[in-house]
């Protein structure tokens, strides 16, 4: 009965003590001003038993009064309460001594003033600086005694349910981390020490914690400090390192959490708050983008900007990168209602005098295109509107010619009509050596928008500047492997994969949106940007690091469930057809694809015939003619394996 009373009581202490507000201002400052009169007290005390004589030019509490006058307005100068104890730091020090050092001078200058003026003086000058010491000493260890009560309380507090961790780094950086989650309330680290990457001598301490080299190896060093986190803060570390470290310690399941960029180091809470577990992004073996923003700035700012698929996951981080670049108007355009309103809500919260407008539309309608461009006439398009599903779009051929060529073919169309400056394609690399209807159709909209080009180009025309990006899978977009994968671990399992070999080339939204941008800034017409897309992924690998990165053990707490190819699904993606070569550009992450290109009057002929012969729905009509358009297109694991030639 007692154990249990006991217990209940600690918890109400506990809870009661972590929900405690900071101290108001004038409470500390009321505190300050006690403790200034106990100085004064105990100085009274020392010196009198130290038989000394006092000056009777002032009543001893006027004296004892002016003191204390002469130190609260120092305080009030210098703002000694407006810290928070719990976190008083080396800035709140200096502010006491500055505070008492000016109150002593203050008063040995009355003092001898006093002197000079009436011939007596009013304090013992050992006495002043007896009292100065004792002043700021005791200020000293109150804010000491708060500080290192609330931490060794915090020590205290369930120790199972925060986890013991290490900071990889020995810099500015991680030092600060270190700080700002030592300050963490509550807390979700008891912080162990640090490990360098370099030889350490056994005695050297960061704030109390020691410092290891990771000579031993990471786990093996854990495992002997009994850490199960660690803390990567160590800014210049490379991709290739930081992976081979997580890989390391998801091998042991020891949970891996790393620190995005800060905006202010001075910050605290905001430090602690983007300590975060690390995510699938944070370990694609690339380095990092470097975008030529004035080649971006120059074709983007003051322009009216038309993005397709504005809704989209590209599309709407297309909208918020153009945002930066200062365009005079920004048209979004999407047939998908609640999305596109999300995203115009957001954009509203934007400090931005950019103007938006948001436009319900499908681009697969001429006359409701033809529309927006003759309002707008927008100097730049973007176009990421399409369907992407590859065996949604095996089951309907149909609506991937309607939305992938006939509404790419209109607003292609349409900008040459109104004079756009830039029209930008989004494509897949699934349009490079097509195995199913969704890739062959990006395929034919990328040959129509590049045939467009070489007809301005010979006919001297100086017109629109068609220009093609080519990528892979990107993290997180909108039916992508890496969400529905989470959403399996999240279920208790199994994740699915179609095959245990394939692979695919990753990158993040972000990155391909940067990348989009540029490659539309530079291009002359009628290239197709291919991106360095980094190393391509196992997926079954990609499947396992999430498992372990959501800290289960795969197979055993996480099932892996093959379930074999879908339809028109390849093992792996190329970003070049067979016969193609690539050509470098001032950007090592972009390089142009060199292809064969059509001519555009019996291209043009074919694509209308099938858009007309679309019309009937007759699925093999429809691919058979997509094969006559794209010949390599090579349906796989299709239905539509039979009309290959």
Same mark, same amino acid.
């Given at each position: 009965m007692?154990?249990?009373?006991?217990?209940i009581?600690r918890?109400?202490?506990e809870?009661y003590i972590?929900?405690?507000?900071?101290?108001?201002?004038?409470?500390?400052?009321c505190?300050d001003?006690?403790i200034?009169?106990?100085?004064?007290?105990?100085?009274?005390?020392?010196?009198?038993?130290?038989?000394v004589?006092?000056?009777?030019?002032l009543?001893?509490?006027?004296?004892?009064?002016?003191?204390?006058?002469v130190?609260?307005?120092?305080?009030?100068?210098?703002?000694?309460?407006?810290?928070?104890?719990?976190?008083?730091?080396f800035i709140?020090?200096i502010?006491l001594?500055?505070?008492?050092?000016?109150s002593?001078?203050?008063l040995?200058?009355?003092?001898?003033?006093s002197?000079?003026?009436f011939?007596?003086?009013?304090?013992l000058?050992p006495g002043?600086?007896?009292?100065?010491?004792i002043?700021f000493?005791?200020l000293?260890?109150?804010r000491?005694?708060?500080?290192?009560?609330?931490?060794l309380?915090k020590?205290?507090?369930?120790?199972?349910?925060?986890?013991?961790?290490?900071?990889?780094g020995?810099d500015?950086?991680?030092?600060?981390?270190?700080n700002?989650?030592?300050?963490?309330?509550?807390?979700?680290?008891?912080l #162990?020490?640090?490990?360098?990457?370099?030889?350490?001598? +056994?005695?050297?301490?960061i704030?109390? @914690? *020691?410092?290891?080299s990771? &000579?031993?190896?990471?786990?093996?060093?854990?495992r002997?400090?009994n850490?199960?986190?660690l803390?990567?803060?160590?800014?210049s570390?490379?991709?290739a390192?930081k992976?081979?470290?997580?890989d390391?310690?998801?091998e042991?399941n020891?949970?891996?959490f790393?620190?995005?960029?800060?905006?202010?180091w001075?910050?605290?809470?905001?430090?602690?708050?983007?300590v975060?577990?690390?995510?699938?992004?944070?370990?694609?073996e690339?380095?990092?983008?470097?975008l030529?923003?004035?080649?971006?700035s120059?074709?983007?700012?003051?322009?009216t900007? #038309?993005?397709?698929?504005?809704?989209?996951?590209?599309? +709407?981080e297309i909208?918020?990168?153009? @945002? *930066?670049?200062?365009?005079e &108007?920004?048209?979004?355009?999407?047939?998908?209602?609640?999305?596109?309103?999300?995203?115009?809500?957001e954009?509203?919260k934007?400090?931005s005098t950019v103007?938006?407008?948001?436009?319900i539309?499908?681009?697969?309608?001429?006359?409701?295109?033809d529309?927006?461009?003759?309002?707008?006439?927008?100097?730049i398009?973007?176009h990421?509107a399409?369907?992407?599903?590859?065996?949604?779009?095996?089951?309907?051929p149909?609506?991937?010619?309607?939305?992938n060529?006939?509404?790419?073919k209109?607003?292609?169309?349409?900008?040459?009509?109104?004079?756009?400056?830039?029209?930008v394609?989004?494509?897949?690399d699934?349009?490079?050596n097509?195995?199913?209807?969704m890739?062959?159709?990006?395929?034919?909209?990328?040959?129509?928008?590049?045939?467009l080009s070489?007809?301005?180009?010979?006919a001297?025309?100086l017109?629109?500047?068609f220009?093609?990006?080519?990528f892979?899978?990107?993290l997180g977009?909108?039916?992508?492997v890496?969400?529905?994968?989470?959403k399996?671990?999240?279920?208790?399992?199994?994740?699915?994969?179609t095959?245990?070999?394939?692979i695919r080339?990753f990158m993040t939204?972000?990155?391909?949106?940067?990348?989009?941008l540029?490659?539309?800034?530079?291009?002359n017409?009628g290239?197709?940007?291919?991106?360095?897309?980094?190393?391509p992924?196992?997926?079954?690998?990609l499947?396992?690091?999430m498992?372990?990165?959501?800290?289960f053990i795969?197979d055993?707490?996480i099932?892996?469930?093959?379930?074999?190819?879908?339809p028109?699904?390849?093992?792996y993606e190329e970003?070049?057809?067979?016969t193609?070569k690539?050509v470098?550009?001032?950007?090592?992450?972009?390089?142009?694809a060199?292809?064969n290109?059509?001519?555009?009057l019996?291209?043009?002929?074919?694509?209308n015939?099938?858009?007309n012969?679309?019309n009937?729905?007759?699925?093999?009509?429809?691919?058979?003619?997509?094969?006559?358009?794209?010949?390599e297109f090579k349906?796989?694991?299709?239905t539509?394996?039979?009309?290959?030639?």
């Amino acid at each position: 009965m007692n154990n249990a009373t006991d217990f209940i009581g600690r918890k109400f202490l506990e809870k009661y003590i972590l929900s405690l507000e900071y101290l108001p201002r004038w409470i500390i400052f009321c505190i300050d001003v006690v403790i200034l009169i106990l100085a004064n007290t105990i100085t009274y005390t020392i010196v009198k038993n130290l038989q000394v004589e006092f000056y009777s030019t002032l009543s001893v509490p006027v004296r004892f009064g002016i003191i204390i006058i002469v130190n609260t307005v120092f305080f009030l100068i210098f703002k000694t309460y407006s810290g928070i104890i719990r976190h008083s730091s080396f800035i709140d020090v200096i502010k006491l001594l500055l505070a008492t050092t000016s109150s002593i001078l203050v008063l040995v200058v009355f003092n001898y003033s006093s002197y000079l003026i009436f011939g007596k003086k009013i304090y013992l000058v050992p006495g002043l600086i007896i009292n100065f010491v004792i002043t700021f000493v005791l200020l000293f260890l109150f804010r000491v005694f708060v500080k290192k009560f609330f931490e060794l309380f915090k020590k205290q507090i369930d120790s199972e349910e925060v986890l013991r961790a290490m900071v990889y780094g020995t810099d500015a950086n991680a030092i600060f981390v270190a700080n700002a989650l030592k300050s963490e309330m509550p807390s979700r680290f008891k912080l #162990l020490g640090f490990i360098s990457k370099s030889e350490v001598k +056994s005695a050297r301490t960061i704030h109390g @914690l *020691s410092i290891y080299s990771q &000579k031993r190896g990471i786990p093996v060093l854990m495992r002997s400090r009994n850490a199960n986190a660690l803390i990567i803060a160590d800014k210049s570390l490379s991709t290739a390192d930081k992976i081979t470290i997580v890989d390391r310690c998801l091998e042991f399941n020891i949970k891996v959490f790393t620190l995005p960029a800060i905006s202010d180091w001075d910050d605290a809470n905001e430090i602690s708050r983007k300590v975060k577990n690390i995510e699938i992004a944070d370990l694609l073996e690339r380095n990092p983008i470097v975008l030529d923003n004035r080649l971006i700035s120059r074709q983007v700012k003051s322009k009216t900007i #038309l993005i397709s698929g504005a809704a989209g996951s590209i599309g +709407s981080e297309i909208v918020w990168q153009i @945002l *930066s670049f200062q365009p005079e &108007k920004i048209i979004l355009v999407d047939q998908a209602e609640t999305p596109l309103h999300h995203l115009s809500l957001e954009l509203n919260k934007a400090e931005s005098t950019v103007e938006v407008i948001s436009l319900i539309a499908d681009i697969r309608s001429y006359e409701a295109m033809d529309d927006i461009f003759k309002k707008h006439s927008p100097s730049i398009v973007y176009h990421a509107a399409a369907y992407k599903h590859v065996p949604l779009m095996e089951e309907n051929p149909a609506q991937a010619i309607f939305t992938n060529v006939k509404g790419t073919k209109n607003l292609a169309d349409l900008s040459i009509k109104y004079n756009v400056g830039r029209f930008v394609m989004v494509s897949t690399d699934k349009a490079v050596n097509p195995s199913n209807v969704m890739g062959a159709s990006k395929r034919i909209a990328e040959k129509y928008v590049q045939s467009l080009s070489f007809k301005d180009k010979a006919a001297g025309s100086l017109g629109t500047k068609f220009i093609t990006t080519r990528f892979g899978n990107v993290l997180g977009s909108n039916g992508s492997v890496v969400p529905l994968f989470t959403k399996q671990i999240e279920n208790g399992g199994p994740i699915t994969i179609t095959h245990q070999d394939i692979i695919r080339y990753f990158m993040t939204i972000p990155e391909a949106c940067q990348l989009v941008l540029e490659a539309g800034a530079m291009g002359n017409g009628g290239e197709i940007y291919i991106f360095d897309m980094g190393k391509p992924v196992k997926i079954i690998d990609l499947a396992r690091k999430m498992i372990k990165l959501a800290g289960f053990i795969p197979d055993k707490d996480i099932k892996i469930k093959i379930v074999g190819l879908r339809p028109g699904e390849k093992l792996y993606e190329e970003l070049l057809n067979d016969t193609s070569k690539t050509v470098p550009t001032h950007n090592e992450k972009i390089m142009i694809a060199q292809e064969n290109h059509n001519d555009y009057l019996s291209l043009h002929v074919a694509i209308n015939e099938l858009i007309n012969c679309t019309n009937c729905f007759d699925n093999d009509i429809i691919v058979s003619k997509m094969k006559e358009i794209v010949p390599e297109f090579k349906s796989m694991n299709s239905t539509f394996q039979i009309l290959d030639k």
